[in-house]
């Protein structure tokens, strides 16, 4: 009898060790698979997303979300909704984006934005080791003289990149120079640096 009993425990005991050696063959096998699998990106969240700038001003709720209006020392925002297009106004402003330790924008603006100009007006972005843009705008861009006492000016002058490209104006889109006196000036950058970059440069006999 006791010898009965001893082998029907050293079977149980042997099929319990047989039951592990299959727990770990299936958890050896699933980590193989995963191994295998592409890397699967992350969205990222909205908070993470750089929103529409004057200097350090957010004028955008998000990136995909401009606000009605905002005003700064020398400048104005007005943004409509139903037409999709923004106005900023400068007159005799000074405007300079953050330093930064990646990206720096002095105006970073939504696509079909105006940029009126009132008087002599400067937009310089920081410095940092990704993109430094004094102006950039996510489509097309226009730029006009406002002042009726005389010519108005933007100066738009990137600052210096240790990783990335530095530049006056960008515009992902058509850039238009209706009127007025713009000068672009790209900073010191570890890749390259421009003046005025667009997908299309369209400049008015009336600009100066």
Same mark, same amino acid.
């Given at each position: /009898? &006791?010898e009965?009993?001893?082998?029907r425990?050293e079977?149980k005991g042997?099929?319990?060790i047989?039951?592990?050696r299959?727990?770990? %063959?299936?958890?050896?096998?699933? $980590? /193989?698979v ?6 699967m ?5 909205a908070?993470? /997303?750089?929103?529409? !700038?004057?200097g350090?001003t957010k004028?955008s ?5 401009? =606000?009605?209006?905002? !005003?700064?020392? @020398?400048w104005t925002?007005?943004y ?6 923004g106005t ?11 330093d930064?330790? @990646?990206?720096? +924008?002095?105006? +970073? ?11 002599? *007006? ?8 990704g993109? $430094?843009?004094?102006?950039c $705008?996510?489509?097309?861009l226009t ?9 108005g *000016?933007? %100066?738009?002058? #990137?600052? &210096?990149s240790?990783?990335?490209?530095s &530049? @006056?104006?960008?515009?992902? @889109? ?7 006196r713009v !000068?672009?000036?790209?900073g010191?950058? +570890?890749?390259?640096s +421009? #003046? =005025?970059?667009?997908? !299309?440069?369209i ?6």
């Amino acid at each position: /009898m &006791k010898e009965g009993l001893g082998r029907r425990q050293e079977k149980k005991g042997q099929g319990w060790i047989g039951m592990k050696r299959k727990i770990w %063959s299936v958890i050896l096998t699933v $980590c /193989m698979v995963l191994g295998m699998m592409p890397a699967m990106s992350v969205p990222v969240a909205a908070s993470a /997303m750089i929103s529409y !700038t004057v200097g350090e001003t957010k004028i955008s709720n998000n990136v995909a979300e401009p =606000i009605a209006s905002a !005003t700064g020392d @020398g400048w104005t925002w007005a943004y409509s909704s139903t037409e999709g297009k923004g106005t900023l106004t400068l007159t005799d402003a000074y405007i300079r984006g953050a330093d930064s330790s @990646g990206r720096s +924008y002095g105006a +970073y603006l939504p696509a079909d934005t105006t940029i009126v100009l009132n008087g002599d *007006s400067t937009i310089a972005s920081g410095t940092g080791s990704g993109y $430094c843009v004094a102006v950039c $705008c996510d489509g097309a861009l226009t730029i006009k003289d406002g002042d009726a006492a005389g010519v108005g *000016s933007l %100066s738009a002058v #990137g600052g &210096k990149s240790s990783e990335g490209d530095s &530049k @006056g104006l960008e515009a992902d @889109g058509t850039l238009t120079i209706n009127s007025g006196r713009v !000068t672009g000036l790209g900073g010191t950058a +570890y890749y390259s640096s +421009y #003046g =005025i970059y667009a997908q !299309t440069l369209i400049v008015s006999s009336s600009a100066d």
